[in-house]
Nanobody
Framework: VQLQACGGGLVQAGGFLRLSCAAFIANFSVYAMGWFRQAPGKEREFVGAVNWAGGNTHYADSVKGRFTISRDNAKNTVFLQMNSLKPEDTAIYYC???????????????????WGQGTQVTVSS
């Protein structure tokens, strides 16, 4: 199993980025997918998640209304559209997979089975 996140970079405050995570995983459609981030000196925190069908999403309060998660099960890919970026969004962003066909998603990182390598997002003020 391999998750490859990409799309990070340097952007000015107020700008946008779109992260992608390609999942090399059998039966991708039975996995919920989450995005987490970790800033220097801080713990890894939940950003958002989408359920196996793409019909339910859940976001951290800090990104709600600015970030959108979507998935393409035909391409084994999940996306994180990040708009109105702020300097405090600077972090390494990780995608993660949880084998789950529940409608609701989890914000608990311990419940995710597989993790990608992360992609750096830097937002300048």
């Amino acid at each position: 199993v391999q998750l490859q996140a990409c799309g990070g970079g340097l952007v000015q405050a107020g700008g946008f980025l779109r992260l992608s995570c390609a999942a090399f995983i059998a039966n991708f459609s039975v996995y919920a997918m989450g995005w987490f981030r970790q800033a220097p000196g801080k713990e890894r925190e939940f950003v958002g998640a989408v359920n196996w069908a793409g019909g339910n999403t859940h976001y951290a309060d800090s990104v709600k209304g600015r970030f959108t998660i979507s998935r393409d099960n035909a391409k084994n890919t999940v996306f994180l559209q990040m708009n109105s970026l702020k300097p405090e969004d600077t972090a390494i962003y990780y995608c993660a997979a949880q084998r789950s066909t529940r409608w609701i998603t989890s914000s608990n990182r311990d419940e995710y089975d597989y993790w990608g390598q992360g992609t750096q997002v830097t937002v300048s003020s």
